[in-house]
C-alpha cells in the first residue's frame, strides 16, 4: 500500500511538472507579462503631458524578440501614436521634462520616434513603427510615438522573445 501511495505521488508530480512545461510553451513566461503589464500601468500612471493639441491615434503594447534568432533578451515597449500640428521642435520641447517610468528597480526614459531622424536600433518593434510613421508623412500633421521601451533577460523558455 505504501509502495502505491509513492507510485501515485511520483506519477503526480511527473504530470504537474509535464503540465507546467506545456504550460510555458503554449502561453510563454508569465514574468514577461507581468512585466509588460507592470510597464504599461506605470506608463499611464505618470501622467505625461501632451501638447495640447496632440490627438491619440493609437496605443502601442509589444512584448516579444528583436528579431535576431537565438538573442537572450526580451523587448517590452508601450507607447502612443499621436498626431499634432505642431513642429518637430515644439513636440520635442513639450516632452523634454518627462522623466522616466519606474519598472521594478529600472528608470526607463520616455522616448519620441518621429518618421524621420529614429537613433535607435532598427530592430522589432521599432522597424515597424518607423514604418507605419514613414507612411504618414504626406500628411500635414506631424505624426510620432512618444514611448518606453526596455529589454528584459530571458527567463525560462519563452517562444515569443525569440524570433
Not at 508530480?13 to 510555458?24: A, E, K, M, N
Not at 500612471?45 to 509589444?62: Q, R
Request: with cysteine; aromatic share 12%.
Amino acid at each position: 500500500m505504501k509502495l502505491f501511495k509513492i507510485i501515485g505521488i511520483f506519477l503526480s508530480s511527473i504530470i504537474i511538472l509535464l503540465g507546467l512545461l506545456l504550460f510555458l510553451i503554449i502561453y510563454g513566461n508569465p514574468i514577461h507579462d507581468i512585466n509588460v503589464w507592470r510597464l504599461e500601468k506605470n506608463f499611464y500612471a505618470k501622467n505625461i503631458v501632451h501638447p495640447a493639441d496632440s490627438l491619440l491615434l493609437e496605443k502601442k503594447v509589444y512584448l516579444g524578440g528583436i528579431s535576431t534568432h537565438g538573442d537572450s533578451s526580451c523587448v517590452y515597449a508601450v507607447g502612443e501614436w499621436r498626431s499634432s500640428p505642431l513642429s518637430r521642435e515644439t513636440i520635442l520641447e513639450t516632452y523634454h521634462s518627462s522623466g522616466a517610468i519606474n519598472l521594478w528597480s529600472k528608470k526607463v526614459p520616455i522616448k519620441l520616434m518621429f518618421a524621420d531622424g529614429y537613433e535607435g536600433p532598427y530592430t522589432l518593434p521599432y522597424a515597424y513603427w518607423q514604418d507605419d510613421l514613414r507612411s504618414t508623412v504626406t500628411d500635414k500633421n506631424i505624426h510620432y510615438i512618444v514611448y518606453v521601451s526596455i529589454h528584459w533577460p530571458i527567463l525560462l523558455l519563452d517562444e515569443r522573445c525569440d524570433d
